[in-house]
């Protein structure tokens, strides 16, 4: 069970068995919570919808993550990523509101992309240039994201009058335009799949992804073979920044319709988890990124016919992360012996 799919979903059930168990402890009927939980995600044609719209910031997100951890860089700075790349998308859209649909939104999410990169490529240049581990630029460069983010809606971008930290309502020529008319799906799950899809080119179809794979692999040997380290280092980084800017700007345009002070809050951090239950690999983010979108759309009415907490999310979501991490670790000591 080598392939990265079938892993997440052999992970994904031996998860929902273990807690089953805990919910027929409980003295609740696992069958019927998961029945109804099944039902919430998937019900109708609007749950699915929410679904997707909820598994579209992770799967942008957790693959330019799983690039990182591909190469052995350790990006936990999505969620302040994702909060810029709201901002700047915001900025655009309520700057050039005048603009048509067809350049105003492309600009927006360029725009939203171009701030996730810069604010990456800060957290790297402090590591190459300072030696300050990218785990703690990354981790607390989110926390002057939000600051800024506050700082923006309290001054002159928020809007007057309101009861919470937002933005003005976009112009609807920057709302993405809906994949199925007339529901709430936009383009953004599209957005997702292709950065998935482009990922996978990425890494194993070029040369630049053979050196990330390289550098991820053994750094003496990356550069042995001439592979320029900080560069590479770099350009793993500007791409998660770019990929988790793009989250934030097609949430901000696609569900929103404006910026609101907080809406990045998990998204990053899941991202992590998602990158980490896809085994690094940006085709095993796909089923995750889904499993963890409709899982949360479904807790909910769970919750509400059976009295199982829709926090038991949470233990799923843990427990399939320990599976596929166990799983990686016994696939890794059998091609060492």
């Known amino acids: 069970m080598s392939h990265p799919v079938l892993r997440v979903l052999a ?18 009927n696992p069958l019927t919570a998961y029945s109804l939980l099944l039902q919430g995600a998937f019900g109708s044609w609007d749950r699915i919808v929410v679904g997707l719209n909820k598994s579209t910031p992770y799967l942008l997100t957790a693959a330019g993550i799983a690039l990182c951890f591909r190469g052995n860089v350790i990006n936990i700075g999505a969620e302040g990523q994702i909060a810029l790349g709201g901002l700047a998308a915001t900025w655009i859209g309520l700057k050039l509101g005048a603009w048509p649909a067809i350049a105003l939104i492309p600009a927006a999410l360029a725009a939203a992309m171009l701030a996730g990169a810069a604010w990456s490529a800060l957290a790297a240049v402090i590591r190459l240039t300072r030696g300050v581990h990218e785990v703690l630029c990354t981790l607390m460069l989110n926390f002057v994201a939000l600051l800024l983010v506050a700082e923006a809606l309290h001054g002159s971008l928020g809007e007057p009058g309101a009861g919470f930290p937002q933005s003005p309502q976009l112009e ?8 199925v008319p007339g529901t709430d799906l936009h ?16 890494l194993w179809h070029t040369t630049t992804g ?10 003496q040997a990356a550069r042995y073979a001439g592979v320029s380290v900080p560069r590479s280092f770099l350009s793993l980084m ?10 934030g700007g097609v949430e901000t345009l696609g569900v929103h319709y404006r910026l609101i002070e907080g809406f990045s ?5 899941s991202a992590v988890a998602i990158a980490l239950m896809g085994a690094a690999n940006p085709v095993g983010v796909l089923p995750a990124a889904l499993f963890y979108g409709f ?7 769970m919750q509400r016919q059976t009295g199982v907490p829709s926090s038991l999310v949470l233990v799923i979501q ?3 992360m320990i599976f596929v991490l166990a799983g990686m670790g016994r696939q890794a000591r059998m091609q060492t012996t």
């Open 210 to 219: 053979f050196r990330w794979r390289l550098l991820g692999a053994s750094p």
């Open 172 to 179: 609807p020529a920057a709302w993405l335009p809906k994949l």
């Open 187 to 202: 383009i953004g799950i599209a957005l997702g799949v292709a950065a998935v899809l482009a990922c996978r080119f990425l």
């Open 295 to 301: 899982l949360e759309t479904g807790a909910l009415a």
């Open 318 to 320: 843990g427990l399939t």
């Open 238 to 247: 500007l791409v998660a920044g770019a990929l988790a800017g793009l989250a």
């Open 265 to 269: 809050s998990g998204f990053g951090f």
């Open 11 to 28: 992970a994904i059930g031996g998860a929902l068995a273990i807690t089953a168990f805990f919910i027929a402890l409980s003295g609740k």
